[in-house]
């Protein structure tokens, strides 16, 4: 794991990765927060099936950048995290709060490289709803 | 503003005010209400309860003088009327003008002019008062005589039992309760009373009472006797009318203030309700029929035009823990109506059903020694009979009673205390309300005697709702069928569980962290170990209390709320050293907030260092036990309360429950530790410990209720054990042990009888389960700092270990760090999921310990 207090950038064309943590320090069903170099931070998870996804970490509802220490799970088979402040659904595919669909955490791709997990620092462009 | 003065601040004077105002939102009423008593309307119908220990304070009915257009005058009697000038004279020499005026004086107990009936040791059992009275007089006490073996005299001399004297009942009539029971009823009912310890004489006249030698007194019942210490005349009731007699209205025939249909006296400007009025002649001398006449004077006060037409005399009683239950025409008065008997004084029951000449109708009946099928039978009479009669009253299969709601027509009263019918609880079903809870506040049924609740339970599922008790989409079961699962197949892992009984899928934030606290209390091993880290929520993930910001809280363990200076001098320096906002908490202890995540394990080494512990806080586990100082310091202290209270919070510690569970240790009965606000709380008395169960403060207070008294200490903790187990393996997620004991069929009886006399056989198993977790209790904070795995997770930033949240930032306030930036005002504006499976948790913006 990496020890500096910069984020530390992988770059590869024109996407800026960066790298989160070694893949073997991701538990299955519990997240962790990653600094991206704007200062946005994403939670980063891998479900039971060993996929990754990462969505905002600061929770909509209260302002506060808790998203990761959500519990995983799924509703209907939809894998989501639930928000430990006032405990609102967010799907993780889509970012997209299952208990409000107004409202949804904007995504990020994920990539293992190298026995690291790396992180996209822009975020996905396929739904603009805010 | 109009003048409207009530007399009488007893129970139906009571629902009167309450009636007024809620007639009478704009306060065009002017209320002033004389009580006699010195002390605001009580719940008289409980009364007895004060000698199982129930206080004044728990009798008491809502203040209502908070409207403001209330006014209370507490120990004023009112002493005349005149109808002229439409004033009420009072004991305190003022003069108060009404416009209407209601009489709600209620009755006096009768004393029969015996000679001797007027000696110091004679008593009578009608008010908060008398009963002191009484409790003063059983002091050194050894025998007390009831005369009157009617549903009063049976509560006064369960209350002399309770008091620890030898009862006696003495009744006239050839059995007890001739008003209710007939004679084969009577019959049962007082061999049953006898096996409580309570002597009977039936048939027996009262004659004389003489002062007497070696006891204070005996009474004579014709040629026998009975030596006594005390009497308590239960005969009957007298209205309370005199007032209304010297005023001149017109009394009813055998007394009480005569009253049209619309409650009116002969004086259109005065009412009577309740014990004083006579409705059509008949005086009611239960609370029902009162409630009912309050409801129509106010109506009629609010220009309405409701009438009282007579009232359903239905009881079902439980006295002497026997149950009594008679309704409608109980006596077989109708013309050629038949009766239908089943009379098994071995297995201890004896029923009645009164049906019309045609056996098609059912007219009343009586039950004794089992009245689980009143419920189902009394909104049945004056109605079609759904089946044999014999058959409705067998002995009960599934459910009692043998009966389906499906059978009762829509008339049919299902509450007789708020006269609900079925036809309005269907109506308020079709509305959306889904359960008993939303029925009762949406229709009162059920808030009464509560004897109905079954039957709005069969109501709900006969309508087609389903009362799935099913954890959530991944598991049908409940959490108490979870527990059952999980003993039987020793299955240690959510994977496993999940996979072998879940309906598919991972889980969710609802079953995971219940199926967590149900592994870990069954299983014990530290709970962030392995799988068992997923399942946590936040708090029980990070070990502390996430406040809004995104920060937690550290609350240290500080057993009954004491501590050395020196330690406390260590919480003040460890939260000055990390900058973390300090509050007491009101569980006798300290809470630090502020702390980030990567900050907690600097802040618990050193904490634990200092020999703390974590006070789980944040688990839905045990809390804290709190204590008066008791014995230790107290003049009043009659056991040492902190000693016991430590004791008990040290080996209760870290136990993983349904819902959280809070306790506390008074050393008198003066109740410093409001222990009886609690889950569990203990009150020292002279002998030993009394032990409440069900209490708790927040949205929805309980007083906790007595379940044993003057415990040893021995056998205090094991009934504790007992009962914490007990709970923890069967309540439901997120359920407190009040709703547990509520929703337990047969409340607080059957919770009683499984810990006290271990009616299920399983006290020796309970005993074990907490004994392992006593055994296998290690620190939860401790565990954390000796194992690099767990403490790596402490991080902000996977890739950025130590670099602080930017989002966290604080302000000061009052000399103290505080979350920067506006409050979120409560709940964000989300429309509730359309799934139905929203945010479940009532949301908190602050969640805190309390
Ligand atoms: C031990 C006990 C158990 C009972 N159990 C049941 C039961 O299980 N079910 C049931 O339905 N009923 C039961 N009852 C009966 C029930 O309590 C009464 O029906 C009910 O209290 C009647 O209400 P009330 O307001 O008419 O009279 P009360 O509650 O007696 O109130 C009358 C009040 O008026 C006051 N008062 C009288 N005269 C004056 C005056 N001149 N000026 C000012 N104040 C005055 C009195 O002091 C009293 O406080 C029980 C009664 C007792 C005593
Ligand atoms: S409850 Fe009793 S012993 Fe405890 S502080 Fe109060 S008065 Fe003293």
Known sequence: MTTTTLPTRADTGTDVWVAACPTNSLIPERGVAVLLPNGDQVALFRTHDNTLYAIDNIDPFTNAAVLARGIVGDRGGEPTVASPMLKHVFALRTGICLDNPDVAQRTHRVREHDGQIHVRAQPDQHHDVR | ?850
């Open chain 2, 1 to 850: 503003m109009r003048q409207l003065v009530v007399i009488g601040n007893g129970m139906v004077g009571h629902r009167l005010v309450e009636a007024v105002l809620d007639r009478d939102p704009d306060g065009t009423w002017q209320i002033t209400v004389l009580g006699e008593e010195p002390r605001p309307a009580y719940d008289r119908v409980s009364l007895s309860t004060y000698f199982d220990g129930a206080t004044e304070t728990d009798l008491r009915m809502p203040d209502l003088s908070a409207t403001g257009n209330v006014e209370l005058r507490l120990g004023q009697r009112a002493t005349g009327i005149d109808t002229e000038s439409r004033t009420v004279t009072t004991s305190t020499g003022d003069t108060l003008n009404y416009d209407a005026l209601v009489l709600a004086t209620g009755s006096s107990p009768f004393v029969p002019p015996v000679p001797g009936h007027d000696l110091d040791l004679c008593h009578v059992y009608r008010t908060i008062d008398d009963l002191d009275a009484i409790s003063e007089a059983a002091r050194g006490a050894r025998t007390g005589v009831v005369i009157g073996g009617g549903l009063l005299g049976l509560e006064a001399a369960n209350a002399l039992r309770l008091l620890g004297l030898q009862a006696h009942v003495v009744e006239m009539a050839p059995w007890l309760m001739p008003r209710q029971v007939d004679e084969g009823g009577g019959a049962l009912l007082g061999h049953l009373v006898e096996e409580t310890g309570v002597r009977v004489h039936t048939g027996a006249a009262l004659s004389a009472i003489e002062p007497g030698d070696e006891h204070a007194a005996r009474v004579r019942l014709g040629e026998d006797h009975i030596d006594t210490d005390m009497v308590v005349f239960s005969v009957g009731i007298r209205p309370r009318d005199e007032i209304a007699h010297t005023a001149g209205l017109r009394m009813g025939p055998r007394g009480g203030v005569a009253v049209d249909a619309t409650c009116r006296t002969s004086d259109p400007a005065i009412y009577a309700v309740g014990e004083c009025a006579s409705a059509a002649g008949t005086v009611y001398g239960l609370v029902a029929p009162g409630n009912a006449m309050a409801e129509v004077v106010a109506d009629q006060l609010a220009g309405g035009e409701a009438t009282f037409t007579g009232a359903d005399t239905s009881t079902k009683l439980k006295l002497l823990g026997v149950d009594v239950a008679s309704f409608g025409d109980c006596h077989c008065e109708t013309p050629g109506a038949l009766e239908v008997v089943l009379n098994d004084p071995p297995g201890r029951r004896y029923a009645k059903l009164v049906v019309s000449d045609d056996a098609s109708t059912l007219l009343g009946g009586i039950l004794v020694g089992d009245a689980s099928a009143y419920a189902g039978l009394r909104p049945l009479v004056g109605h079609q009979l759904p089946g044999d009669p014999l058959e409705l009253i067998a002995p009960a299969r599934e459910g009692g009673g043998g009966l389906g709601v499906d059978a009762l027509p829509d008339e049919a009263q299902v509450c007789s205390c708020h006269a609900v019918t079925k036809g309005t609880i269907h109506s308020a079903i079709a509305d959306g309300n889904d359960d008993v809870g939303s029925l009762k506040s949406c229709t009162k049924a059920g808030t009464g005697c509560g004897s109905c609740v079954p039957m709005l339970k069969k109501l709900l599922t006969s309508a087609g709702v389903e009362q799935s008790n099913a954890l959530c989409e991944h598991f049908t079961h409940s959490r108490a069928e979870l527990v059952e699962i999980v003993l039987s197949t020793g299955i240690t892992t959510f994977s496993e569980l999940i996979a072998k009984h879940g309906t598919g899928g991972r889980g969710c934030d609802i079953c995971k962290p219940a199926v967590a606290s149900i592994l870990a209390s069954v299983d014990g091993g530290h709970i962030l170990e392995g799988e068992q880290a997923a399942l946590q929520d936040t708090n029980d993930h990070f070990l502390a209390n996430l406040q809004r910001n995104g920060t937690y809280s550290v609350v240290p363990r500080i057993p009954g709320g004491e501590i050395t200076p020196d330690k406390l001098i260590v919480i003040g320096e460890v939260a000055r050293d990390f900058g973390l906002y300090t509050k007491i908490t009101g569980g006798q202890r300290i809470d630090l907030f502020g702390a980030r995540v990567e900050q907690l394990p600097a802040i618990w080494g050193r904490l634990v260092e200092a020999g703390f512990e974590s006070g789980h806080a944040y688990g839905k586990a045990l809390r804290t036990v709190k204590s008066c100082v008791g014995t230790t310091w107290c003049r009043y202290g009659v056991q040492d309360s902190v000693a016991m209270a430590i004791e008990l919070e040290l080996r209760y510690r870290g136990l993983r429950s349904p819902h959280k569970i809070k306790a506390a240790v008074s050393g008198c009965a003066r109740e410093c530790a409001e222990a009886r606000s609690k889950d569990f709380g203990i009150i020292a008395t002279e002998n030993g410990w009394n032990l409440y169960v069900g209490g708790n403060g927040g949205f929805n207070p309980r007083h906790a209720q007595l379940l044993a008294s003057d415990l040893d200490s021995a056998t205090l903790v094991r009934y504790i054990d007992r009962f914490l187990v007990f709970y923890t393996r069967t309540a439901d997620r997120l359920q407190r042990t009040a709703a547990w004991i509520e929703d337990m069929e047969g409340g607080l009886d059957h919770l009683r009888s499984v810990i006290v006399d271990d009616s299920l056989g399983i006290a020796a198993e309970l005993e074990r389960a907490m004994d392992r977790h006593v055994s296998n209790y290690s620190d939860e904070w401790r565990g954390v700092l000796e194992d690099p795995d767990k403490l790596a997770r402490f991080v902000s930033f996977a890739n950025a270990p130590e670099t602080p949240d930017p989002t966290i930032t604080f302000d000061t306030e009052r000399d103290q760090p505080v979350p920067a930036g506006p409050v979120p005002l409560g709940m964000p504006e989300t429309p509730p999921a359309t799934s139905g499976s929203g945010p479940t948790e009532t949301p908190h913006p602050n969640p805190r310990e309390a």
